[in-house]
């Protein structure tokens, strides 16, 4: 989902971007007017997270499954084993993929208590002061399953997969050594990537890496050295100016906390019809996934929904039941009607 | 460029697709809208390039760039030496990379006959008859260098780097291994790239590869492992089917090759002002670099024309000087109005 307004701004422009007479589909990514995209996002994204100067912002393509790979290929370069917090389904394909190029230790793994799952205490992880750094995914959209502070790591660098949750709430960028982050759900639209990493972590990657591959490539060609996804840019230039415009992180960090919390409230107050297995200390404000009690009325659920325009409801395949996704772009309205809809089919089916 | 057609069915139909009340940018890609663009868009490509039944179609990201990497990644699994032509920069970017993960021989170099870059003679290359692939640019875009015919490499794969030639002529797929494009030339634009690969070239890669750029993997899940550049896609699909609604391939040969005769044709007969320095048996459809005589007017030169509208006429920043790009969305009379410019900017600064 995008905000109405970005789209509109796009449609308006489409065919004559700022006066050019060209569309920002055909201006040259090296040309003075992509230029001008480039430094303005740059710029609020710096802004909206307030993003220290000893930071590279890199747009790369290939979503997160690149950064899965990425991650372990440049930052293996001196020592090649890191950490990894298996929260979820994202977090496992991360660690799968760093197993290809080197040592991984899952220090901590979800817990199930009284059938919730839950997200173990910090005390009890098995870090590595050693490691070459940690990795987790602060929200895992499939199960619902979101970290509610930063782990701390001390020295070691802390790498967090934002896809699913960037710019929903502030953070402290300093707490990290690399962000990275798919554009799709909270960024604009899919075919771009968005990577913070620190200075220091910048190296040459020890092993035959392909040249798309290595970060200080990029950074020594802020990010165009071949031709980038110049569109995808240009609609998560708009769509971060959007949240700009809408108050900034913290803003969304409210109307987020609301929009989940008034679900939840709901299914929770309607247990013997919802329900959602996700202990409340680690409930994802992003995603809200819940199962019918009858698991049969799943597929009818999705499609009484859909008659009424509740897109995009069908729990993830690798998990079934019910998810509502409820990014930025989702407004308070957007859940009203949903629960508004669910009361009366708990009513009609119950 | 991309043609005024294709650009009006996107604005119109940008925020609501096909009657779905949603964008393109935000339906789903493993939902059934998606799913429809996918169809058609491979029924159309195959139609358009008579792609025999073992050859896949994969829509990719990363660019002809992440092609470079790819082919000897995947393709060094048997044998790791490949034989490369070597007629400009993007041979050179290609073979410079493959030389990461084997083996390059240096097959055939351009060559310059009386100040003119010509592509040496099949019969004085020397091909490996062993190598696991032989890799070509039939197009270089920055020197305006084309091959005439596709080369004969018998049993050995052809792979071709063909960014800036498909669908700008007929050609016979079952004479190739491997093509592949970016899409931003004659595809639509920038962010997604096609790769057409026969069946039997498809391994597991040999050496640690990152997820993403193993064929096997994207033949395997239909190129949906992960979020694909969903509308950058759609804009592919609405290229193809433009290219076919105007005759297919065919019609754009007769069309591009009238293009650049025209534009030959009037540098030829201005050649105390104008010059291009490639023999006529290999220059570029598609691209035409030339110089003036006085090599300090180019600025001038170029200030003038985007003041008439013909923008995007300055030469790579590798090569300098003036380049026109005839790309399928380059109608003739762009070519005709340029020549117009160039013949009253002769006669005012001759």
Redesign the interface.
């Known amino acids: ?2 905000p ?1 307004e970005v ?2 701004e ?2 308006t422009e ?2 004559d971007w700022h006066q050019t ?3 920002i ?2 201006v ?3 040309g003075r007017a992509f230029q001008s995209i480039v430094e303005q996002t740059e710029a609020d994204l710096r802004e909206l997270m307030d993003i220290p100067d000893n930071y590279h912002l890199l747009f790369l ?6 950064q ?3 991650v372990p ?1 440049n930052l293996f370069a001196k020592k090649n084993h890191a950490d990894y917090i298996d929260t979820g389904i994202w977090s496992k394909k991360a660690l799968t ?1 760093a197993m ?2 080197g040592q991984v230790n899952i220090a901590a793994q979800i817990e199930y208590q009284e059938g919730l799952a839950c997200i173990p205490k910090e005390e009890k992880w098995s870090l590595n002061p050693d490691a070459a750094y940690v990795h987790y995914t602060p929200n895992e959209t499939i199960e619902g399953i979101e970290f509610n502070s930063t782990p701390k790591t001390g020295q070691v660098p802390l790498v967090a997969d934002m896809s699913s949750s960037i710019l929903s709430q502030p953070i402290n960028v300093r707490d990290f050594g690399i962000i990275y982050a ?1 554009a ?1 759900k909270n960024l ?5 990537s968005l990577v913070i990493i620190r200075d220091d972590l910048v190296h040459e990657p020890a ?7 290595s970060y200080k490539l990029h950074i020594d060609n802020k990010s165009l ?8 840019w240009y ?1 998560l230039g708009l769509t971060v100016a959007w949240v700009k415009r809408q108050g900034g992180v913290k803003t969304f960090a409210e109307i987020n906390q609301h929009k989940a919390q008034t679900l939840y409230h709901f299914i929770d107050s309607h247990h013997e019809f919802y329900n959602n297995t996700v202990h409340p200390d680690c409930r994802s404000r992003m995603n809200v996934p819940f199962n019918l009690s009858q698991v049969n009325l799943t597929e009818t659920f999705l499609q009484a929904a859909e008659k009424e ?1 509740l ?2 409801l069908k729990g993830h ?1 690798l998990a079934g039941g019910v998810r509502a996704s409820l990014y930025n772009a989702m407004p308070q309205q957007g859940v009203d009607k949903l629960i508004e809809f669910m009361k009366d089919f708990a009513r009609t089916h119950g």
Do not use: C, D, K, V
Request: charged share 10%; proline share 7%.
């Open positions: 989902m995008l109405e789209l509109r796009a449609q489409l065919l007479g060209m569309s589909m055909e040259g990514h090296r393509t290939g979503g997160a499954t690149a899965f790979s990425m290929m993929e290809r190029f798919g799709q604009g639209q899919a075919g771009i092993i035959p890496t392909p040249i798309l591959y050295y071949n031709t980038p996804p110049t569109f995808a609609i325009g897109t995009n395949r």
